[in-house]
């Protein structure tokens, strides 16, 4: 299982991309649009580099809801393969069955 520490900051930064969506999205656009001079879009860079770095998607890492491992994550069950095996082998998952050929 993952440290509380590592799971807790992930969540914090997941409150921040939140938080500072609208924002970092309106500058993008501001910075992309073909229509916007020179000084707006040097202006809406510096805005944008201002903006706390956890802020950005990027940094946020899928971790497994039960044990919180950020490797090997199945986004279709939000978990991990260690424990979507231990969870489908129980019969927990619904319309999860063992391969067998």
């Not at 997941?14 to 924002?23: E, N």
């Not at 001079?37 to 706390?52: F, M, N, T, Y």
């Not at 770095?53 to 990027?58: C, F, I, K, L, P």
């Amino acid at each position: 299982m993952a440290k509380k520490g590592k799971i807790e900051h992930n969540n914090k930064r997941r409150a921040m991309i939140d938080r500072y969506a609208a924002k970092r999205a309106e500058l993008r656009k501001i910075i992309k649009s073909p229509n916007t001079s020179d000084e707006d879009r040097e202006e809406a860079v510096i805005k944008l580099q201002k903006l706390p770095r956890n802020s950005a998607a990027v940094r946020f890492r899928n971790r497994c809801r039960v044990t919180g491992r950020p490797r090997a994550f199945y986004r279709k069950f939000e978990m991990s393969r260690i424990a979507l095996r231990e969870l489908g082998l129980r019969g927990e998952i619904a319309g999860l069955t063992k391969a067998s050929w």
